[in-house]
Each structure stands twice: as C-alpha cells, then as structure tokens.
C-alpha cells in the first residue's frame, strides 16, 4: 500500500490564509481495528468555514491544531472494513481531511454516513451535502419566503447561495442575487433563473438594491456579512428576516472589521436577524435531501461543481474560495471511485 | 382662558440634542369641533425613542417637522368635550405634545385611551405606559426567558429596562442589570431584586459579565447598543435571543457609529437578534396592562419616577435621559389633576 499523503496545518494564518500555513507529510497509512474501517479519499469539499477551524479559539467544533491532520468534509471509499455497517467499494460521507486514507468509525466518526446506492459522488458534497443542506435549512426554516416576497441572497453563485437562492424562487418570492463578476451573474439569471441579479464589483450595491426592491427586502441570506449587510439594514422590509450563515468578507482579516452601523433599523422594521448551523438539523437530513433530489430531478435546481485536481492542490483549491473564484461548489478530486476493490 | 404655552421644533439637532432646537411660543388654545374634546396637559413622558423622531428621514412615524408642537406622549384631563365618549374631568392617555392644550379626537387621535378610573396618571405613562409594555411584550414575546437561564438587561435602570429586568426575574431567570452609576446598580440589586447589577462606568463590562455569566447569556433586553452590544455578543449561550427595544448610546451621533465586530457570534450561537415596536402589540395592551397590574399589586415589580416640574422645563427633562440622569420613568408634571372643573 502507498503512503498516505497529507496535509496538516503548520502555521496559523494572521489575516489571509496562504499555502504556507499548510505542510505536506507523507506516513504509512492507518491500521483499522475491529469496528472500524479504512476508507481512500475521493473528493474534498472546501468551503469557507474551513477558515474559522484555523483560529485557536472557541467554536461549535474545536480548532485544528498545529501539526494536525487539516479537517475537511469528504466522500471516500472503503477499502478495507472490520465494521459491519461498511463493505469495501461502499463509498461514505464524513469529516476524512486532508490526506488520502482515514479511518472511518460507524457511529462515532464525525457526520459519518453511507451514500445511498447511486449518489453521484460529486453532488454528495454539493447540492446533496452539507452546503445544499445548508441553503435549504437556512432559507425554508429561517427566511420562510412567501410568495411575492422579495428575498436577497448574497454569495449567491456560490455553493449554499445558489441553492438558498433557487429554493426561494420555487416558493414563489422575487429573487435578486448578488455575486461577484459577470459570468456568475449571468449564471444566476439565465441557469438559476433569478429574477435579476447584482454585480457587487461593479458599483455599489445599496444603489442596485434600492432600484430592484421598491418594496424593500423581505429576506436576506447572507453568507458574506460587511457592507453588503449594512446596504441590506439600509433597505429591510417591515418584519424582514435576515437568515445569517456565513460571512466571508471578513475571514481573512487581521481584526474583524466594524459591523453595520444601521443594526437599529432591526427595531425601526421590527425585523429579525438569525444564526443557524447546518448540523443542527441532522434529523431532518433525509427529508431535505428527499426533496432537494426531487427538485434535481425536475431540472428546479441548477448548480455548479468546480473541480480542482489532486491532493497536493488542496491549499490551493481552498484559497480560491476567497478570490471568488469559484462558481458553485467547489471541489477536489484527489483519486477516482474504484469499480472493483 | 389661559394662553397655550408650546414648544416648537425650532432646528434639528445636529449629533446631541440641546435645548436650542426648541422654541417657546404662546398662542391661543384650539377649539374643539364636534367629536372633539380640548384637554389640558397633566404629565408628559420623556422618551428616548423621541430623539428619533428629530430626524428628517422615514421611520415608523413621521419626523416632527421644524415649527411643529414637539411630539410626546401625555396624560391631559378634559377640559371641554363635543364628544360623546369624553366628558370634562375624565383623564386621557395619548400624544399631545409639548403645550398645554390640544385637542382629542375619539378613534383618530393617535394612542388616545381614556384612563381607566382610580389609575395613578404618574403610573400610566410608566410601568403602566408604553415604556412598562416594552419592557413586558419585548421580554415575553422576543426574549422568552425560561426558568434558570441568564439574562441582561441594559439600561436596566430606566423605564423599559427595570420592568423587562423583573419581568424575567418573576419567570425565574438569573437576570443581571447593566446601569451607570452606583447608585442605579443598588437600586437594581435591592429594589427590583435582580441577581446583580454592572456599572458600565466602573469598568469593563465584558470582565463583569464573564464573572456574572459563567454558562453564557441566554436572553439580552439591549436598550443601548454600542460596545455593550459587542460585549454581550461576545458571551452568548447556544441559542440566545436578543432583544433589540433601542440604542440610546448613539442616538445623539452626528455619524452613527460602526456596530459590533462579532455579529458572526450569531451563527455559530444559532442565535437570534430581533427588534420590535411596542405599538404592533396594541391588541394585547389590555392583557398586558392587567398583568402588569397583578405584579404591581403583589410588590412584585419596583419602579421609579422622575418627575420634573413644569412644562418650561420641557427640553431640559428631555436632555436628561442622554446624560443618564434619571432612574426610571422621565415624567415632567405641567399641571395637576382638577378634582372639579
């Protein structure tokens, strides 16, 4: 067996992360005990919340340490089980990172699940994975679009915002997207099918909102936090729900900058605004993805998978998650599905 | 008749209010038509939501314009009535403004109510005015206090924040008052009988509230906004809700200033931020009102007034509520009751 190729995390980044606070190992691969199972790494799924693991300081999931395996969703596929729940040639969900050979730990290893025959693996950590999961928990329990309303998503290219986005057009509300460049706009409008959609580079965003929300904003997904938010405050409906998930316009700085100076336009609009993590609604995953795959199904959800190629690119592949280079989700192909093991 | 004495927006302020943005005027009361009755003022409320309504900007009421009787809430008695549901001597709530005289109008006028008889006028623009029923639909309704959780209250000393800081002592949260000055945390701690009470003026609140709060903060009833905002958020517990009643610590900013750095504290709390507007529970003032009134009977609730004395002294009773002069309920007494008009 060859070694397993890794990368840990050898420096903790001060403002933006770098490929240098990452290093490369190379050591023999991990020997299953009996409950267990060794599983090859497939894909990795980067996403932004990745950057918050990276700080040494208190969260929902404890930081990586330094020296530490870096941690990252990924679908995998078994190679060798003494697990009962687990057969070589079963591909799996779980938090494997960055390396090519984990072990897998049915009922213990963090948010470990078995694909369901036939899951296209590359949409398992997509528009069937956490960050789909994520848009749909996030704009159906917390934004709860009524039709007519109009709702703004921002990152709305990206791998959660596309699908939050398009699940608030299937319930009928006046979608805007914002993104950032021409192409990921045109995507929203003519793939996504938004009602119309903003090009934060291209000029200010408050301008464009006023113009395309005449009634003001009933919902706002934000996944980017900054001066897009504060332009959004400026703008809320009575009774708005702004359902928070993310704010990547800030994970790379040094200090957190200041946040929205209008936050009283809350009180003025009696309006809400609302954290969630996706993983607090495990329970309710197989009902979501039920119907996320129906809506596949039915060419309601278009989305995007950008895929980066090998193991050794992972640093890489997660900087372009803040240079807006992605469009959709975006992924790392690090060996391909074995037919036979 | 006696002339009626007004004060007039005169120019708006510019960052603080002062009292150069009124003027004194005396002219002759109005006459009430049919369906009207003229009033005299009793008791004015001072209210830190007032200073908004300075502004020349869309809100949730119109901006006072400049020349215009400055708006504010009062108890007045019938002096003369053309209506049949007033009758001279009968006490009204509504928003008379700043003079002696002004006219009801039954169903048009805006918040007018007639005072039930044997109310205490001092207490119905108090703990049992608009202020109390703040305090009692924002704790209830957005903040949702359940027995043993933690909860802070700001400006816990003024007329929201006392009423909402025991309304979640009587539902059997550990509750923590943050006031300025010594003299208002006593009265916090031995009066309204709160778990503890921070002097934001003695040092930082952060430190305090990380000894106050060891499992975190569940509910904050936030009056201020600013740094304090920041440091609650910095210690919330998983799910908390915050509930936003107003921001008095920039209410008087030329520029308004940035908010807090750790909004995302949000999402990884799943928690929520809402404001709201006390005039949207209208429906339920009555219940409210009459709960309010069983606590008050049982000594359940402290509450304080302040009342300042006569209707010249309008602008400077005003200013006191930014220079945290007073402890509970701002009143100012322009007239007292006719037993026999």
């Known amino acids: 067996m060859p070694q397993n190729r890794q990368w840990v995390l050898a420096a903790r980044p001060v403002g933006r992360v770098t490929e240098e606070c990452f290093a490369?190992?190379?050591?023999?691969?991990?020997?299953?005990a009996a409950g267990e199972a060794l599983v090859r790494t497939l894909y990795l799924s980067l996403d932004p919340a990745m950057r918050g693991w990276l700080e040494?300081?208190?969260?929902?999931?404890p930081p990586v340490q330094i020296g530490e395996v870096m941690r990252g969703g990924a679908v995998a596929q078994v190679v060798e089980s003494h697990a009962p729940e687990l057969a070589p040639g079963d591909l799996v969900r779980g938090t494997f990172g960055w390396q090519d050979y984990a072990i897998a730990r049915p009922g213990r290893s963090l948010g470990l699940q078995k694909l369901p025959t036939g899951v296209d693996p590359?949409?398992?950590?997509?528009?069937?994975?956490?960050?789909g999961l994520s848009g749909y928990f996030g704009m159906?329990?917390?934004g709860r679009p009524q039709p007519g309303e109009t709702v703004v998503v921002s990152g709305a290219a990206g791998a959660t915002g596309s699908i939050a986005a398009q699940i608030a057009r299937i319930q009928g509300a006046h979608v805007i997207g914002i993104a950032g460049g021409t192409e990921k706009c045109d995507w929203l409008v003519h793939h996504a099918r938004l009602d119309a959609a903003i090009d934060y580079k291209r000029?200010?965003?408050?301008?464009?909102?006023r113009e395309l929300c005449p009634r003001g904003i009933d919902v706002y997904f934000d996944n980017v936090g900054g001066p897009i938010l504060e332009a959004v405050l400026g703008q809320l409906a009575e009774r708005a729900r702004i359902v928070l998930c993310g704010g990547i316009s800030s994970y790379n700085a040094t200090e957190p900058p200041p946040g929205p100076r209008n936050l009283m336009n809350l009180v003025l609009k009696r309006?809400?605004?609302?954290?969630f993590l996706v993983m607090d609604h495990a329970a309710?995953?197989?009902?979501a993805t039920a119907q996320i795959s129906a809506w596949l199904d039915a060419g309601e959800l278009a989305h995007e998978v950008d895929i980066q190629e090998g193991l050794e690119n992972a640093p890489k592949a997660l900087l372009r998650l803040f240079e807006g280079r992605n469009t959709g989700k975006q992924l790392l192909r690090v060996a391909r599905v074995q037919t036979s093991v």
């Open 24 to 32: 490369w190992r190379e050591s023999a691969p991990p020997v299953p």
């Open 56 to 61: 040494d300081r208190p969260s929902y999931l």
């Open 122 to 131: 590359e949409l398992a950590l997509g528009v069937l994975g956490l960050t």
């Open 140 to 142: 159906l329990d917390i």
């Open 203 to 209: 000029g200010p965003v408050d301008a464009a909102l």
């Open 271 to 275: 309006a809400r605004m609302e954290g």
């Open 284 to 287: 309710r995953f197989a009902e």
